[in-house]
């Protein structure tokens, strides 16, 4: 972390906030992040705006309109709207270098930070100011190339900076929580900023007018191919935080207690939202939908809105009757993690439901015509092949419509963590100063292979092998006839096309001599896939 003298002393950068700010709020996607690394599977992974920048830039502009900071020019930049980094960072910095003032605020992720880090060690340190917050500056802020970072909400501490920075107020009374940066004499630490913002802020909560032009044959965003619902998606969220407490997320880390947007203003937001991206279908990408107090009566607005949805949720918060509601107001896909059907499993991940939830929720949503996603998580201490191949066949019994199976990942300041630390998974990786924590992907030791450049915490199954347990799952679900006929009913031709993408990297995955290297118990499980592919390889060219 650079010290701030770097640039208040570099001659550069103007002290005086009234000299003139431009702020940057850059997204670099997981999606992009692993393309560039080479992973395959990223090309089907759902690439849509942060909506965390979009929201603190629709908070600085507010700000500004009412004078409470001075005025700010303000632009958002995402890497899937440039044809390679350098066109990226050039669009960047020929943008600030008008300014007198030029600050960069980019959100960050575990899976992506080691590049984010990278990125911004291209932007002169007596230049530019550089602030970083989102998911993973809020659990571990000890970040390399910037000047700040901000823990949990950022607004307040983005207008405190806006406004005092360069100035002897900077760092003092309200809007400095969440702010952690050093300075030549001392580090200075805070704890996460929660606030209400969400649920109080006069609309659009969201500046969806900042994002750059869709084009309908190349469009900037797409969504996963088991979500497909229009040609011109768009995501929205109207809660904060999570209810539950599973070993494996930081969501409840990171905002706090729950919060939820009033229906009215959720209202005029997708309205506006409609009417400034032309899409032509909604993606709630809160962490559990049916968390809002007034659920039933989101329903409704979504009916009146007209435009088919897609949303996550919990299955303790579904019931038949609601699922039906669901329908009728336009949800035609819905999330549901399950994450497992063995009830110690999940006990052991704190889910707080029963297996027995599990199948009535999904029940219900396919009962009512919704077509349900859900989650497979493996590599839990406990998990066993035996275990794992039993739990995927109760996951192939559900009326599922696509499933995402995923490697128990020890993300930092999660229960898994702090488990895996224990344990001895992680290494001289890990680092912490004070109460500052430092965390990078280390590709070098623990690979490519998911997660990636992070260690896998199952007792008796390794990670490679889990890798190939994955690509069995993903195979066993997707080769089978019904799902296949399902996933491309009703698609476009160009949408057909993504699906027979992601069959034939299924196939590829089947084919890689590296798959038959390992436990001779997960190599027969690999054959019986490869017999399950049987015909989908024509079929799905053909397609």
Excluded at 253 to 273: S, Y
Excluded at 340 to 359: A, C, F, H, I, W
Excluded at 381 to 402: D, I, R, S, W
Aim: proline letters at 5%; aromatic letters at 8%; a negative charge.
């Amino acid at each position: 972390m650079y010290t701030l003298e770097t640039l208040l002393k570099g001659g550069h950068f103007a002290a005086d906030p009234e000299a003139g700010t431009r702020i940057a709020f850059i997204h670099r996607s997981f999606r992009s992040v692993g393309l560039s690394r080479g992973l395959e599977e990223s090309f089907f992974k759902a690439h849509f705006p942060a909506l965390g920048l979009l929201n603190l830039a629709q908070a600085v502009r507010t700000a500004a309109a009412e004078g409470r900071i001075p005025p700010v020019e303000v632009r958002y930049f995402d890497e899937d709207a440039h044809p390679h980094e350098v066109a990226f960072r050039e669009a960047i910095s020929d943008w600030l270098d008008g300014s007198a003032r030029p600050v960069i605020a980019a959100s960050s992720y575990t899976g992506t930070i080691d590049r984010l880090e990278d990125f911004l060690g291209s932007f002169a340190a007596d230049r530019y100011l550089v602030m970083v917050g989102g998911a993973h500056a809020s659990v571990a802020p000890d970040i390399d190339n910037v000047h700040m970072t901000v823990r949990g909400e950022g607004a307040p501490a983005l207008l405190h900076v806006l406004s005092t920075f360069g100035t002897p107020s900077f760092g003092q009374g309200a809007g400095t929580r969440g702010l952690h940066y050093r300075t030549e004499d001392r580090q200075v630490v805070s704890p996460p900023c929660f606030d209400r913002s969400l649920q109080e802020a006069e609309g659009p909560a969201f500046a969806y007018d900042l994002l750059p032009p869709q084009v309908v044959e190349s469009p900037v965003y797409a969504t996963n191919f088991t979500r497909m619902l229009g040609d011109r998606p768009q995501l929205y969220i109207c809660t904060q935080s999570c209810r539950g407490r599973c070993t494996f997320c930081s969501t409840y880390l990171i905002h706090g207690r729950t919060v939820a947007r009033p229906l009215r203003l959720i209202r005029n937001d997708l309205e506006d939202m409609v009417r400034t991206t032309g899409c032509d279908s909604v993606e709630f990408h809160d962490d559990d939908l049916t968390q809002h107090p007034e659920f039933d009566e989101l329903v409704e607005v979504m009916g009146e809105l007209g435009l088919p949805w897609f949303c996550y949720l919990r299955v303790d918060g579904m019931s038949a009757e609601r699922a039906r509601r669901m329908a009728a107001a336009g949800c035609r896909r819905a999330f549901v993690g399950l994450e497992s059907m063995d009830q110690t499993v999940l006990d052991y991940y704190n889910k707080q439901v029963t297996v027995e939830q599990n199948r009535s929720a999904i029940a219900a949503l396919a009962e009512a015509g919704i077509n349900c996603v859900t989650g497979f998580i493996i590599g839990a201490p406990q998990h066993t092949v035996e275990k794992v191949v039993h739990e995927m066949e109760e996951f192939l019994n559900l009326p599922l419509y696509a499933m995402s199976c995923t490697i128990l990942s020890p993300d930092p300041a999660t229960v898994e963590f702090v488990r895996a630390k224990k344990a001895g998974h992680y290494g001289d990786e890990v680092v912490r100063r004070g109460r500052m924590l430092r965390l990078v992907p280390n590709v070098e030791k623990y690979g490519l292979a998911s997660p990636v450049g992070l260690p896998t915490v199952c007792e008796g199954i390794g990670k490679a092998d889990l890798n190939r347990l994955q690509a069995v799952v993903d195979a066993r679900f997707y080769f089978r006839e019904h799902v296949w006929q399902a996933l491309t009913a009703g698609r476009t031709a160009e949408q057909v096309q993504v699906v027979s993408d992601y069959y034939r990297h299924l196939l590829r995955r089947l084919d890689d001599p590296a798959i038959d290297l390992g436990r001779q118990d997960i190599t027969a499980l690999v054959r019986d896939a490869r017999q399950a592919s049987t015909g989908f390889s024509l079929f799905a060219t053909a397609a």
